[in-house]
């Protein structure tokens, strides 16, 4: 059974920082696509990054292209996603997904384990 457990949301001001973390467990990873998703009240869950656990590729969404950084620590079995010069568009619960295999997916239906989320709140 895989776990998937976020941490690391909160509140900032506009133009801040935030880390979020999520910690894997249950498997091994080294095939799996880890990816992080969004979604603002009202709205559909969008793609905000993702990493394939055995290489360094990785896949962005334009609007976070050059401020978010997707990367994961082997040892921790954790992927984080580094959040700079947040926006106030940038308000949403963060999940964090993984598919056992595959492409760097940007459709959530292709993932098949996620968190339980995380509030991001940008103040303006």
């Known amino acids: 059974q895989v776990q998937l457990v976020e941490s690391g949301g909160g509140l900032v001001q506009a133009g801040g920082s935030l880390r979020l973390a999520c910690a894997a467990a249950g498997r091994t990873f080294n095939s799996y696509i880890m990816g992080w998703f969004r979604q603002a009240p009202g709205k559909e869950r969008e793609f905000v990054a993702a990493?394939?656990?055995?290489?360094?590729?990785?896949n962005y969404a334009e609007s976070v292209k050059g401020r978010f950084t997707i990367s994961r620590d082997n040892a921790k079995n954790t992927v984080y996603l580094q959040m700079n010069s947040l926006k106030p568009e940038d308000t949403a619960v963060y999940y964090c997904?993984?598919?056992?295999?595959?492409?760097?997916?940007?459709?959530?239906?292709?993932?098949?384990?996620w968190g339980q989320g995380s509030q991001v709140t940008v103040s303006s």
């Open positions: 997904a993984a598919a056992p295999r595959g492409r760097l997916y940007v459709d959530f239906r292709d993932y098949e384990y």
């Open positions: 990493i394939r656990w055995g290489s360094q590729s990785t």
